[in-house]
């Protein structure tokens, strides 16, 4: 895998079971690429290792004066420091290679889960959390995938010399061989302390992104209720918390750190206190002594690795598990009650009547049907099952269009058949013309969905700053999430957008409840005008919408309480009256609806 061959065509089936099994499954996936980062890394450090060698045998040539073997000598160390210097460069680059296809491969599979979720992604784990983990934790997977190969080629040279020092001489290798063992474990027992500081700082830090992205996307708001210095407080308590659990987690790595300058310094100390002593009873040569002493001094190197490898691990582990929480994630498909799902070719699609058994409620084709619910959150419930989405509650059965139910389609059929507007629908950042570049039928221009949805103060303002002065205001530029429009102006341009696509069945769920009434009063106007001979559901308690539905479903404690026409219903069913125009029930409210 180059980096040029990014993105990877198919990032794979994640092992989501637990954090340390998605970083088996990550380290599976590329194979190939740590073990040509093993050969390079082995051969880079058997290099290095190669060099306290050479320098015992040009002393010991320099002291038998033969200038032969000093020449060879040099002839070795030419060649060995060439091989160290292009094996170090190809294992950085495999390396960095292996790092980076790594972080790819989570990112990718994250925006896939993020695209498979959609608005179900942040009800269920904050977006805060979500930031942290597509960036702060894919940096810190990837550098596990990365250091691990050199770990593991650290492991190998390192036994090496060490099997060649007990070859040489068994005190001074077995007590290199325990040194390492002492040094390489001294830090095992405070990494569990480091681990839990860092995920303690690493949650406040998600929880003061959490509030920073909250605060500036409500910014507008903020301001015009003077709430900036109190919401800023917030902020300043929330990062100095950030701080303070940063610095102690920096105290346990300090330890740390110096637990491996101290403990390979007591190693060295104690190999050339026992070399000395047996050069100085004429076991060891001068030569030799420096070859031991330059060996164990190269041993602080791959500790270092070792060090490295164990951070590695210690950040990347927890930020694997926050990573499988996400990928974890599924949005459950309904039982289709024995039903054979349609075919993904199918040229017909399901068409007729709305009908959600669950609640009763029917919107007949080709006309504008309102339904009124006093519980918002199970009003977005149900525009969400209208338009295929699995049911939250087992056992609901799936909405139908035509007699076919939703979940027997395919998600894209589904999408297809019926769209529908959540009611924070969010605009991406592009021109107007690409916000509008929507997989449409063809049959509703840009210009009448803009007019339909009173877009035209939007078109203004968005002339103003078309490129080059032109005026075009489908040239104009819109900023991520539309931040630079109010809230209205955003709300009527994703109704726009969504009047584009002119969707067999349209759900839209409280599309104006941004806007002034008299604009309100035109989009009500226009909108059964569009959308004639197609099917449109619109979730709203606004007397101006729905005074110009065909039809208007009240809904009370999860099923259908009344239907008829706007006017019918104020004057006959007290408990939509309630709803409706806000007042309080009367007091026979509860028998009639019994």
């Known amino acids: 895998m180059h980096i040029r061959d990014l993105p990877h065509p198919d990032p794979g089936e994640p092992d989501v079971r637990s954090g340390f099994r998605f970083l088996v499954w990550l380290f599976r996936r590329q194979l190939g690429g740590q073990a040509k980062a093993l050969l390079w890394g082995t051969l880079h450090m058997a290099a290095i290792a190669?060099?306290?060698?050479?320098?015992?045998?040009?002393?010991?040539?320099?002291?038998?004066?033969?200038?032969?073997?000093?020449?060879?000598t040099g002839l070795f160390l030419l060649v060995s420091t060439l091989v160290m210097s292009f094996a170090d460069t190809m294992?950085?680059?495999?390396?960095?290679?292996?790092?980076?296809?790594?972080?790819?491969?989570?990112?990718?599979?994250?925006?896939r889960r993020t695209a498979e979720l959609g608005g179900l992604l942040t009800r269920r784990v904050a977006a805060g959390e979500v930031v942290k983990v597509s960036t702060g934790d894919v940096e810190k997977i990837g550098w596990f995938v990365?250091?691990?190969?050199?770990?593991?080629?650290?492991?190998?040279?390192?036994?090496?010399?060490?099997?060649?020092?007990?070859?040489?001489?068994?005190?001074?290798?077995?007590?290199?061989?325990?040194?390492?063992?002492?040094?390489?474990?001294?830090?095992?027992?405070?990494?569990?302390?480091?681990?839990?500081?860092?995920?303690?700082e690493r949650g406040k830090s998600g929880r003061a992104t959490e509030l920073a992205s909250d605060t500036v996307a409500g910014l507008r708001v903020l301001r015009g209720i003077g709430g900036e210095e109190l919401f800023l407080e917030r902020y300043r308590r929330a990062s100095q918390e950030v701080r303070g659990a940063s610095v102690r987690n920096a105290r346990m790595w300090s330890l740390i750190d110096a637990l491996q300058v101290v403990m390979p310094g007591?190693?060295?100390?104690?190999?050339?206190?026992?070399?000395?002593?047996?050069?100085?009873?004429?076991?060891?040569?001068?030569?030799?002594?420096?070859?031991?002493?330059?060996?164990?001094?190269?041993?602080?190197?791959?500790?270092?690795?070792?060090?490295?490898?164990?951070?590695?691990?210690?950040?990347?582990?927890?930020?694997?598990?926050?990573?499988?929480?996400?990928?974890?994630?599924?949005?459950?498909?309904?039982?289709?009650?024995?039903v054979e799902p349609m075919a993904e070719g199918r040229a017909e699609m399901p068409d007729g009547d709305l009908w959600d058994p669950s609640t009763g409620l029917l919107a007949e084709r080709g006309r504008l049907t309102a339904v009124v619910c006093g519980d918002p959150d199970f009003a977005e419930r149900l525009a969400g099952r209208l338009g295929g989405h699995a049911p939250d509650a087992a056992g609901e059965p799936s909405a139908q269009l035509g007699g076919f139910p939703l979940d027997g389609l395919s998600r894209e059929a589904a999408r297809t058949a019926v769209l529908v507007q959540d009611k924070d629908p969010v605009l991406l950042s592009g021109t107007l013309a690409e916000l509008l570049g929507v997989p449409s039928s063809g049959r509703v221009a840009a210009r009448d969905a803009l007019a339909t949805a009173q877009c035209q103060d939007v078109l203004a303002t968005l002339a103003q700053s078309a490129p080059d002065g032109s005026g075009d205001p489908m040239r104009a530029r819109i900023t991520e999430r539309g931040r630079s429009l109010s809230g209205g102006q955003r709300q009527r341009l994703a109704l726009a957008r969504s009047l584009v696509t002119d969707p067999g069945v349209l759900v839209l769920d409280e599309p104006t409840s941004a806007?002034?009434?008299?604009?309100?009063?035109?989009?009500?106007?226009?909108?059964?005008?569009?959308?004639?001979?197609r099917t449109t559901v619109v979730f709203t308690s606004s007397p101006l919408l729905l005074d110009h539905a065909d039809t208007v479903v009240f809904l009370h404690e999860g099923t259908v309480a009344a239907t008829g026409r706007h006017r019918d219903l104020v004057r006959t069913a007290p408990a939509y009256r309630a709803v409706v125009t806000r007042e309080p029930e009367t007091a026979d409210l509860a028998e009639e609806i019994a």
């Open 91 to 111: 294992l950085h680059r495999t390396a960095v290679t292996n790092w980076i296809t790594a972080a790819a491969r989570v990112q990718q599979l994250l925006a």
């Open 146 to 200: 990365e250091s691990f190969s050199r770990f593991a080629a650290a492991v190998v040279v390192t036994t090496g010399v060490c099997a060649g020092l007990i070859v040489f001489d068994p005190g001074i290798g077995l007590l290199v061989l325990g040194g390492v063992a002492v040094v390489a474990l001294s830090v095992w027992p405070l990494l569990p302390a480091a681990t839990r500081r860092a995920d303690v």
């Open 266 to 338: 007591l190693l060295l100390i104690a190999v050339v206190w026992q070399g000395t002593r047996l050069a100085l009873d004429g076991r060891l040569e001068a030569g030799e002594l420096v070859a031991v002493y330059g060996a164990v001094s190269f041993l602080m190197f791959p500790l270092r690795l070792f060090q490295e490898a164990a951070m590695a691990f210690t950040f990347s582990r927890p930020s694997a598990k926050r990573a499988v929480r996400v990928l974890g994630l599924r949005r459950e498909d309904a039982p289709t009650g024995g």
């Open 515 to 533: 806007v002034d009434a008299h604009t309100e009063a035109r989009i009500a106007e226009g909108l059964g005008a569009l959308r004639t001979g």
């Open 50 to 72: 190669c060099l306290p060698v050479t320098m015992g045998l040009a002393i010991e040539a320099v002291v038998d004066g033969s200038g032969g073997r000093l020449a060879l």
